[in-house]
């Protein structure tokens, strides 16, 4: 796999990431665009590095083991998103997205860009629903 291959994985993990992040800070959240673009980015990085070198080596490496702690790295950064006040758990959401962020950024790193694409749409389009029902008289 060729570095431009790799850069051009990261940059569109970061495009991706972007968008789902906007929404977020559009509406006022903590993690908006810059959190998530890295968190995807990182995702996409850490899985074409976890493949990248393994394409031309016929030994039994696995490959998955880097994609699996980002998995945990995720969940230990999301976690602390978690705020727990009174009765109520705030910071769920976007525990939840961070954690989509990064599946995102990992199926792009393996290449599978309609997956990854099609993600983001489908999580943009599920959280702009979500705050149009919320708050349905609130102009953009």
Known sequence: MSELTIIARVLLAALLGSIIGYEREHVGKEAGMRTHAL???GSALFTT???APFDSVSTAADPS???SQVVIGIGFLAGGMLIQQKNRVRGLTTA????VAAAIGMAV?????AVALFTTFF???MLSAVEYFRNPNKTA
């Open 65 to 67: 083991r880097i994609a």
């Open 109 to 113: 790193g393996v290449g599978w860009y």
């Open 39 to 41: 968190v995807t980015m």
């Open 96 to 99: 939840t997205e961070l954690w």
């Open 123 to 125: 999580v943009f389009l």
């Open 49 to 51: 590095l976890s493949i």
